[in-house]
């Protein structure tokens, strides 16, 4: 079985900012990992993802993610917060093997002040 | 290239009735999986279908039903509407085991 939990359902930063998304996984195979993006009233829309290659993953819109094993996590960071990443973000788990569903974590809701 | 589509946008059913939303899948995506997210709750895993036959299915219960057609589009029917049914209904659709994309969803309102 996987999971995923999200630390933090609400983070506040300023514009300019570091943004620092927690995530940490559970899973009993090595997994795929994901963080997905979403604006209100849309669909999900992929950052970035690690499916075993560099553990330092870079994504779109300036985000990357490192995946460190001996602490299952897979933070999403972002160097300079612009007003525009104010969304909801989603970290998520698969197998490697099999369907691939993603079990995804509760979300954080990131918001960027002026 | 067109993305995922879904169908429609939003919809208000009452308790007891059935309900059936669409998706058309990507171009050239031949696996398309249903999610369910509950408002302020992350999707969770309906099923998802791969060559018209299913091919794994989440913690929901058989009134939860699925189509995929020769074209690779499918259709979500869930039966027997219950109040806990309100949610966003989110389909994806990949190349075989390769990255999931998403549609925008269909907006659920069960009353």
């Known amino acids: 079985a996987q999971s995923v939990t999200q630390l933090g359902s609400h983070v506040s930063v300023s514009e300019g900012a570091l943004v620092l998304l927690r995530c940490n996984y559970s899973s009993s195979v090595p997994p795929y990992l994901f963080w997905y993006v979403q604006y209100p009233n849309q669909g999900l829309q992929l950052l970035l993802k690690?499916?075993?290659?560099?553990?330092l993953v870079k994504g779109i819109n300036g985000f990357e993610a490192e995946f460190k094993k001996s602490e299952t996590s897979f933070h999403l960071t972002k160097p300079s917060a612009h007003m525009s990443d104010a969304a909801e973000y989603f970290c998520a788990v698969s197998d490697r093997a099999g369907r691939r569903a993603l079990t995804f974590g509760s979300g954080t809701r990131l918001q960027v002040q002026p | 290239e067109t993305g995922v589509t879904q169908s429609p946008t939003h919809l208000i059913k009452t308790r007891g009735q059935q309900v059936t939303l669409r998706c058309s899948s990507q171009s050239g995506h031949n696996t398309v999986s249903w999610y369910q997210q509950a408002l302020g709750q992350g999707p969770q895993f309906i099923f998802q279908?791969?060559?018209?036959?299913?091919?794994g299915r989440g913690n929901f219960p058989p009134r939860f039903s699925g189509l995929q057609f020769p074209n690779y589009s499918s259709e979500l029917n869930v039966n027997a509407l219950e109040l806990d049914d309100s949610a966003l209904y989110l389909c994806?659709?990949?190349?075989?085991?390769?990255?999931?994309?998403f549609g925008p969803g269909t907006r659920l309102t069960v009353l």
């Open positions: 690690y499916t075993s290659a560099a553990t």
């Open positions: 279908y791969y060559r018209e036959e299913e091919n």
């Open positions: 994806a659709s990949s190349l075989a085991l390769d990255e999931q994309f």
